[in-house]
């Protein structure tokens, strides 16, 4: 079973940045590909960004160029550096640790943590 324990949310103002990290176990972690999501007070959960077990990067079209996906497989950690914040990227950001591509969809399969706030103020 995959655990994981998300960090570095808070609250900025338009424009700041952030740093969120989530570290992983019992898990393949080299071998997985890693996400961050994030969920609104109302909405689904979205996927943000997407690091393959190769360092192929995808990102959700509102998010590309400002976010950066990363991960450090000696520290079973995967990172999201948010920059350029905008008050519409106010969530809960999870990761998850195991990810699957069907049909052209990346599933979630590994836990969910308990998320971590950000909160971008206008």
């Known amino acids: 079973q995959v655990h994981v324990v998300e960090s570095g949310g808070g609250l900025v103002q338009t424009g700041g940045s952030l740093r969120l990290s989530c570290v992983a176990s019992g898990t393949l972690f080299s071998k997985s590909a890693l996400g961050w999501y994030r969920q609104a007070p109302g909405e689904q959960r979205e996927l943000v960004a997407v690091?393959?077990?190769?360092?192929?990067?995808f990102y959700k079209a509102s998010v590309e160029g400002r976010f950066t996906i990363s991960r450090d497989n000696a520290k079973n950690t995967v990172y999201l550096q948010m920059n350029s914040l905008k008050p519409e990227d106010t969530a809960v950001y999870y990761c998850n640790a195991d990810l699957r591509s069907y049909s052209g969809a990346y599933q979630p399969f590994g836990s969910w943590g308990q998320g971590t706030q950000v909160t971008v103020s206008s």
């Open positions: 690091v393959r077990a190769g360092g192929n990067t």
